[in-house]
C-alpha cells in the first residue's frame, strides 16, 4: 500500500494527533511522502503548512490540498465531472512523483457533514480508509462501511491505533463513472485522434467541441458552411478558433470522394451523377473522410437518424474480417462501477450468430477501455430452468459464441438477477464461474436492451456512455437526438480510442 485515506472524527486535537503520528511513521519508512486534503477548511490551512514544515515534506502549500470548502461546494454544485477531475488528477500526479500519499479528509464523521462526499472521494481515488472514531459512533460506522465499500477493507483507529494493520491495508479497485471518464481521457492522449462532427448547426455540437478542444483530447473537424458556423460560434460566445472546418459543397476532395465513392458502389448501380450528389451529404462526407484516412471516427445522430448515421459507414467502411453484424453497446456508469450493455441500437430481433457475434465485439470493447469481460447472455429464465423458443435462441448463441470464440469468459441464459447478485447466482446456477460477477450484458432483443438502459439510467441515476457502434473498420458512432453534451464529448472521447 502507498496511501491511506484518513477520515477525522469530531475532535480537531485527536484528528491533528493521529495525523501526526501517522506522517511521523511514514515519513520513517518511505524517503517521499506526500499529504493531499481533496478538500480543506481554511482554518485548517496553517495545520497543513505546519505538517509540510514539521516532516520536511517537499511540497508548495497549495499543491498539498485541492479546493476550499467553499471553493468545493461551488464547483461540486456548477460541474461535478471537473471536482472530481481535478482531484483525481492532482492526487494521480502525487502519486507519480512520491513514494506515499496521505489523504486528510475535510471534515469530521456525520452524515451531515459530508461522511457521503469523504467515501465517494475515497472510492474515487481507490485509497483504502482509516477513519477516526469516537466509541459511541463505531456501530453505526461499521455498517456504514461495510455496505458502502461492499466488503473491502477499512479500519477504525483511536489514538492507540495499530500501525503495522494500517499497512496491510490494499488499495480498492472500484470503477466509479469519474474515475472511469478519467481513464478515458488519459488513454486518449496518448494517441491523438482526429474526429468528424457533420451536425456543426447543432449547438450542443458546438458547444461540446469547445470542450473538447480545451482539454485537448482530440483535433475536430466541423463541415458545414464556414461563415455560418462562425456566426453561430460567436453568438454562442465560444472559442474554436482551433477548429478545422470543411464546406462539403465547396471541398477540394469533392473530386476525390466522388471517383472513390463511385468506385465503391457502382456495382450496386451508383452513376457518377449520384456520386456527385452524395459527396454534398455531410454524413456521406465524413464518412469518406475517414475511408480515405483525413480523419480517424466520425460522431453524428445529434440531428439525424440511426439509419442516417451508420449506412453510410456499412456501405464505405463495412465491419471487420469476420464480423458479420454491427452492435451498439452503452457503458453504465453506477456508483462505484461499470457495465455494458448490448447491443442497445442496432438489431431488433438478432440471430444466435448475431447474438455470438455481439458477445464477441462486446469483449473486444470492453477490454479496450479497461474492462476484464465476463459476459452473460441474458433470458427470462437462467440455467435449465426455462423452456421455449426465446431460452433455445440464446442457449444456441451460447453453444456457438463457445465454439467460434473459445477464449470468451461467457455463461447463459442468465436472468439479470443471477448475472449481477452472487447471492442469489449461487442458488439460481452455483457451478457458474461468472454468474454473479458479470460486466458484459448481452441483452436477447433490442426492446429490452434499449429499455433496460434508459430505465437504469433514470432511476438510478447512471451515467449512460453510448451507443458506441461495434464491428466497423474504422469508428462511426450515432448519438441520440436527446443527447446532452456531456453525452457528446464522451462518444467523441470514446471514438478516439476506438480509433487507437
Not at 448501380?269 to 456527385?276: C, R, V
Not at 467502411?317 to 457495465?339: A, C, H, N, P, R
Not at 442468465?414 to 452472487?422: H, V
Amino acid at each position: 500500500m502507498a496511501n491511506l485515506y484518513l477520515m477525522r472524527s469530531r475532535s480537531d486535537e485527536l484528528n491533528t494527533l493521529i495525523s501526526a503520528k501517522l506522517l511521523q511513521n511514514y515519513s520513517k519508512i518511505y524517503k517521499n511522502i506526500a499529504i493531499y486534503c481533496p478538500v480543506i477548511y481554511i482554518h485548517r490551512i496553517p495545520v497543513l503548512q505546519t505538517w509540510l514544515e514539521e516532516f520536511n515534506i517537499n511540497q508548495t502549500l497549495k499543491g498539498a490540498y485541492g479546493f476550499t470548502f467553499r471553493e468545493a461546494m461551488e464547483e461540486f454544485s456548477k460541474d461535478p465531472h471537473n471536482f472530481f477531475n481535478v482531484i483525481i488528477e492532482e492526487y494521480e500526479e502525487l502519486k507519480r512523483k512520491y513514494d506515499f500519499v496521505l489523504v486528510n479528509s475535510f471534515c469530521e464523521f456525520g452524515i451531515l457533514d459530508g461522511f457521503d462526499l469523504s467515501i465517494k472521494l475515497a472510492k474515487n481515488l481507490n485509497t483504502p480508509i482509516a477513519a477516526i472514531i469516537n466509541d459511541e459512533d463505531k456501530l453505526i460506522a461499521q455498517k456504514y462501511f461495510d455496505h458502502a465499500l461492499d466488503g473491502r477493507n477499512y479500519l477504525l483507529i483511536n489514538e492507540n491505533f495499530n500501525f503495522e494493520a494500517l499497512q496491510k491495508l490494499k488499495e480498492y479497485d472500484f470503477i466509479t463513472p469519474y474515475r472511469f471518464k478519467y481513464n478515458l481521457i488519459k488513454q486518449s492522449l496518448k494517441n491523438k485522434k482526429t474526429i468528424v462532427l457533420p451536425e456543426s448547426e447543432d449547438e450542443r455540437i458546438l458547444r461540446a467541441a469547445e470542450i473538447l478542444l480545451k482539454s485537448k483530447v482530440v483535433d475536430l473537424i466541423l463541415l458545414g458552411d464556414e461563415k455560418k458556423i462562425q456566426k453561430d460560434i460567436d453568438k454562442l460566445g465560444l472559442d474554436l478558433s482551433t477548429i478545422q472546418i470543411i464546406n462539403p459543397l465547396k471541398s477540394q476532395y469533392h473530386e476525390e470522394f466522388t471517383s472513390v465513392l463511385y468506385d465503391l458502389r457502382k456495382a450496386k448501380g451508383m452513376t457518377l451523377e449520384q456520386a456527385q450528389n452524395k459527396v454534398k451529404d455531410r454524413t456521406y462526407f465524413g464518412t469518406l473522410l475517414i475511408y480515405t484516412g483525413k480523419a480517424d471516427a466520425m460522431v453524428s445522430g445529434a440531428s439525424t437518424t440511426t439509419a442516417q448515421t451508420i449506412r453510410p459507414a456499412l456501405e464505405l467502411i463495412k465491419t471487420k474480417e469476420g464480423i458479420s453484424s454491427v452492435s451498439g453497446i452503452f457503458f453504465m456508469g453506477l456508483e462505484d462501477q461499470v457495465l455494458a450493455f448490448a447491443d442497445c441500437a442496432v438489431n431488433p430481433n438478432p440471430t444466435p450468430q448475431q447474438l455470438a457475434t455481439s458477445a464477441y465485439v462486446s469483449a473486444m470493447t470492453a477490454k479496450s477501455f479497461g474492462l476484464e469481460p465476463r459476459i452473460a447472455l441474458l433470458s427470462y429464465s437462467s440455467g435449465d430452468s426455462g423452456k421455449g423458443e426465446s431460452v433455445d435462441l440464446i442457449k444456441q448463441a451460447l453453444k456457438i459464441a463457445k465454439e467460434k470464440y473459445p477464449d470468451l469468459n461467457i455463461d447463459g441464459p442468465m436472468q439479470f438477477d443471477c448475472a449481477y447478485d452472487l447471492k442469489t447466482a449461487q442458488k439460481k446456477m452455483p457451478d457458474s464461474k461468472i454468474a454473479g460477477h458479470v460486466n458484459v450484458y448481452i441483452f436477447p432483443d433490442l426492446n429490452a436492451a434499449n429499455i433496460c438502459y434508459k430505465a437504469v439510467q433514470r432511476t438510478a441515476n447512471a451515467l449512460a456512455i453510448g451507443p458506441i457502434l461495434q464491428g466497423l473498420k474504422k469508428p462511426v458512432n450515432d448519438l441520440s437526438r436527446g443527447c446532452l453534451v456531456d453525452d457528446i464529448v464522451d462518444t467523441v472521447i470514446l471514438s478516439a480510442i476506438q480509433a487507437q
